[in-house]
């Protein structure tokens, strides 16, 4: 948690990052990170409708089976939009599989990458965004991919070396100038 009172919290925060400029001999495949969204709780919905659910700034409606959203009104931060379609909508992993991956993830266990990739322990990890936001970031990190809303680059700053840091990841130098 960071201090924002602070007067060096951006220096405290950054000093938590481990840079780590080798890239892994393994080969990134998505498809070693699991099968996609799960349902860990067992009530049929899916870690995908569990974020629209809690980002959603209204009461959402679910469909008929009670496992899917089908409205609702969400903030996409990446664009600084309202949306009213849920189908509009991806979730983003913040720290994206192919950029954790190269940063130590593609040691983890088969476990470990289905928990990343499910994880909803942090509210930042996964998170609501305009589709042709998260195409637009694909697996860029912050060296090469802001979000169009230039108002919450701290935020999401902040959130890139949360999630880094928590998940024990490395930085490239590059990725560490840009989150400077």
Not at 87 to 109: E, K, M, R, T, Y
Not at 156 to 162: C, D, L, R
């Amino acid at each position: 948690i960071t201090d924002y009172s602070e007067p060096d919290w951006v220096v405290t925060l950054l000093s938590t990052l481990v840079l780590g400029e080798e890239p892994s001999s393994v080969a990134y495949n998505r498809a070693d990170w699991g099968s996609g969204w799960s349902d860990t709780d067992g009530d049929c919905v899916n870690t995908r409708h569990e974020v629209l659910i809690l980002e959603s700034l209204e009461t959402v409606v679910l469909e008929s089976s009670g496992c899917s959203v089908s409205s609702g009104r969400w903030y996409a931060s990446f664009s600084g939009m309202y949306i009213n379609d849920p189908s509009s909508l991806d979730i983003d992993h913040f720290v994206p599989l192919a950029n954790a991956h190269h940063s130590g993830g593609w040691a983890w266990s088969a476990e470990t990458k289905a928990s990343f990739y499910n994880d909803m322990t942090d509210p930042q990890h996964l998170i609501a965004v305009t589709a042709s936001e998260n195409r637009s970031k694909g697996a860029s990190g912050p060296e090469d991919w802001k979000p169009s809303d230039f108002t919450y680059w701290c935020e999401y700053a902040v959130s890139w070396i949360n999630i880094k840091t928590r998940w024990s990841l490395t930085v490239t130098s590059a990725e560490m100038l840009a989150l400077r």
